[in-house]
C-alpha cells in the first residue's frame, strides 16, 4: 500500500492524507457497521483527479470508495476493504443552471441544501429530500428517494446524465441533456444506485422544478395505522395532488414531543404537504380532508405560514435523532422496507406486532404515499447481544415485505448488510447477472468491494 501512497501523492501533491484523524472520519457513516480505517484519503477536485486515483488504484488492485457527506445508513461508505477513501466533498460547484429546460449540471459534491438555495434564485427547487443534507453525488449512488417521491419521483426518475470515471480511469458521458432518448443502453440508470460499485460519478444533470405559488402543509390523527394508510389509498387513487404524505406512528410522535418540544397529539399522524396554484390547492386540500375525515382522521389542521411548514416537517425529520436519543451512546439500525401501498397496512401491522411481542422499542415512520416505512432501532453498536436481536426482527421484517411483494430497502440502498437479502429478493440468477456487469466494468474488483454483491453468487 505504501507503493500505491507513494504514487498518489507524486501525481497529486497534498491533495493525499494519511492523517489519522481524517481517515478515521472516513471510516464509517451512520450506521451501526463496524467502522475501517483507509489506508489513504483523497481528496478529489477535478474528474482528472478521480481519473488519476482511479488508474493508480487498479494498477495496484487497491480499492476505493467515494465519498460524499458520510450520511448512508447501510455502510455505503465504509472501506470495508481498506484501500483509498476518495473524499469528492471539494468538488461542490454547481456549473450551469437552465430555467428554459428545467435542469442543471452539478459536481457530485454540492449538498441538497447548497443547490436548492442557489436555484432559489431562479424561482427553482429540486425536490428530493432525504432528511440529510447529503451530497448530490451520494444521493444519485445509493438511489435516495424521500418525502416527496409521491409527487416528483426518486432520484432514479430524477438524473438525467452522469459523467462517470470506471474502474480503468476512463471518463466517460452516459447520456445528452435531452428530456427523453432511445439511444442505446441506458447507462445512466446503470449507475444511479449502483453504490460506487461500477465507477465514480463526477458530473450529474438533474431535471428541477418551478418553486410553487403556494405550499400548504396539514395535519391529522388517527386512532389507528389502518385508518390512516386506508385514506391515503384513497386519495392516491382519486389522484389527489398532494407532494408529501407522512404517517408518524403515536410511538414515534411521543419521542419527537420529548426531543423537539412538539405539542403533537399522541395519536397516528399524518403529515400532508400541497404544492400549486392557490385554487389547485385549495381544491386539492379540501379533497384530501374530505377522503381522510370519512376513513377516521381528527384534529386537521393546515398552514401556509412558511416558518410554521419548516417547523412541522423538521419535526419529521427530527424523528430518527429523536428515536436514537432513547438510548445514550446508540447508533441507528436501519431498517427500510418497501411494499405495494395496498399491502402496507398489513405489513405495518404485522411489524408492530412483532415489536412488542419481541419487546423492541422501534417507533415508526414512513412514506406512507409510495409504501416505504422505517422503524426507528437504535442500539450500541457494542451490545453484541442487542444486535442480534434487532438482527433477527430485520431479518424477519424483510421477509415480511418479500412475501407481501415488496423490497428490502426503497432508498438507503444494500450496502454491507443486505447483500443476502439481495438474493431473496430477486433471485440468484439475477444477482449473477449484476455480478456480470460487475466484472466487466471492474475486473479487479476495486470499486467498494463488499458491498451491493456478494464476490460469489451461484
Request: proline content about 3%; hydrophobic content about 40%; charged content about 25%.
Amino acid at each position: 500500500m505504501s507503493m500505491v501512497i507513494d504514487e498518489l501523492k507524486a501525481a497529486l501533491g497534498e491533495k493525499v492524507s494519511v492523517n489519522e484523524t481524517i481517515r478515521e472520519h472516513h471510516s464509517k457513516d451512520e450506521s451501526f457497521h463496524t467502522p475501517t480505517l483507509p489506508e489513504a484519503v483523497v481528496f478529489a477536485t477535478s474528474t482528472q483527479d478521480v481519473a488519476t486515483t482511479l488508474r493508480i488504484c487498479n494498477d495496484h488492485r487497491t480499492p476505493v470508495v467515494a465519498w460524499g457527506a458520510g450520511t448512508s445508513l447501510e455502510g455505503n461508505s465504509t472501506p470495508v476493504r481498506g484501500g483509498v477513501s476518495l473524499d469528492l466533498s471539494q468538488m461542490d460547484k454547481i456549473l450551469r443552471v437552465s430555467s428554459e429546460d428545467l435542469d442543471c449540471t452539478i459536481q457530485p459534491g454540492v449538498r441538497r441544501k447548497q443547490l436548492n438555495e442557489y436555484l432559489s434564485r431562479d424561482g427553482l427547487f429540486f425536490p428530493v429530500d432525504p432528511g440529510a443534507d447529503a451530497t448530490l453525488g451520494g444521493m444519485a449512488s445509493t438511489g435516495a428517494s424521500g418525502t416527496t417521491t409521491v409527487k416528483y419521483g426518486a432520484m432514479k426518475q430524477l438524473v438525467m446524465s452522469l459523467t462517470v470515471v470506471t474502474a480503468n480511469g476512463e471518463i466517460i458521458t452516459t447520456s445528452r441533456r435531452a428530456r427523453k432518448t432511445s439511444a442505446g443502453y441506458d447507462l445512466t440508470h446503470l449507475f444511479v444506485g449502483s453504490e460506487g460499485t461500477l465507477g465514480v460519478i463526477t458530473e450529474l444533470t438533474l431535471r428541477v422544478f418551478g418553486i410553487p405559488e403556494v405550499i400548504a402543509a396539514a395535519t391529522m390523527q388517527f386512532d389507528s395505522v389502518r385508518e390512516a394508510i386506508d385514506g391515503v389509498i384513497e386519495a392516491i387513487q382519486l389522484n389527489v395532488g398532494v407532494a408529501r404524505i407522512e404517517l408518524v406512528d403515536r410511538e414515534a410522535v411521543v419521542a419527537v414531543n420529548r426531543h423537539s418540544g412538539t405539542d403533537l397529539p399522541h395519536k397516528d399522524l399524518l403529515l400532508l404537504e400541497f404544492h400549486g396554484s392557490a385554487e389547485s390547492t385549495a381544491l386539492d386540500i379540501a379533497a384530501a380532508r374530505e377522503v381522510l375525515e370519512r376513513h377516521g382522521g381528527q384534529g386537521f389542521k393546515q398552514t401556509t405560514d412558511e416558518a410554521e411548514r419548516r417547523k412541522l416537517w423538521q419535526a419529521r425529520h427530527d424523528a430518527s435523532l429523536s428515536c436514537r436519543a432513547h438510548q445514550p451512546g446508540g447508533r441507528i439500525f436501519s431498517t427500510d422496507v418497501c411494499v405495494p401501498i395496498s399491502r402496507l397496512s398489513e405489513c405495518i401491522e404485522q411489524t408492530q406486532k412483532d415489536l412488542a411481542e419481541s419487546k423492541i422499542y422501534g417507533p415508526l415512520v414512513g412514506h406512507v404515499g409510495d409504501g416505504n416505512f422505517h422503524v426507528l432501532l437504535t442500539a450500541d453498536p457494542n451490545d453484541h447481544a442487542a444486535i442480534e436481536r434487532l438482527e433477527q426482527f430485520h431479518t424477519r421484517l424483510v421477509k415480511r415485505a418479500l412475501s407481501l411483494e415488496g423490497t428490502c430497502t426503497g432508498e438507503h440502498g444494500i450496502g454491507i448488510g443486505k447483500i443476502d437479502y439481495l438474493v431473496s429478493e430477486l433471485g440468484s440468477e439475477a444477482v449473477n447477472v449484476m455480478a456480470m456487469i460487475k466484472a466487466a466494468l471492474d475486473p479487479n474488483c476495486i470499486m467498494n468491494p463488499g458491498k451491493v454483491i456478494a464476490e460469489t453468487v451461484g
